[in-house]
């Protein structure tokens, strides 16, 4: 069993930055982010295959976070620039330990069996 330790998180104003980190205790596959909203789905937001560094994006991110690796450290970083209100959720480090990222996974969280305890970004206007 993967065990996700995550940091960072926090509250900032709208146009700031803020990076999450997430170490993981074993290799994995595929790393990465969702985020869930109060009354709203889980979505990916973004993910990395470890072995690769193939990144995948949900679009209402793209251009604005990073997400990066230290494969070393067993760890993914998630960098939050141009951050926006919308952006407010609790955000949960994934991995996946026998599949390689794809796009059709950001829509997956079901698939991935480790998970982080969540941490909460908030944005204010």
């Known amino acids: 069993q993967v065990q996700l330790v995550e940091s960072g998180g926090g509250s900032v104003q709208a146009g700031g930055s803020l990076r999450l980190s997430c170490t993981a205790s074993k290799t994995t596959t595929c790393m990465g982010w969702f985020r869930q909203a109060p009354g709203k789905e889980r979505e990916g937001v973004a993910l990395i295959s470890t072995g690769s560094g193939i990144t995948v994006y949900a679009d209402s991110v793209k251009g604005r976070f990073t997400i990066s690796q230290d494969n070393a450290e067993k760890t993914v970083y998630l960098q939050m620039n141009s951050l926006a209100p919308e952006d407010t959720a609790m955000y949960y480090c994934?991995?996946?330990?026998?599949?390689?990222?794809?796009?059709?996974?950001?829509?997956?969280?079901?698939?991935?069996?480790?998970w982080g305890q969540g941490t909460q970004v908030t944005v204010s206007s």
């Open positions: 994934a991995a996946h330990t026998y599949r390689g990222c794809a796009t059709w996974l950001l829509a997956r969280s079901s698939d991935f069996a480790a």
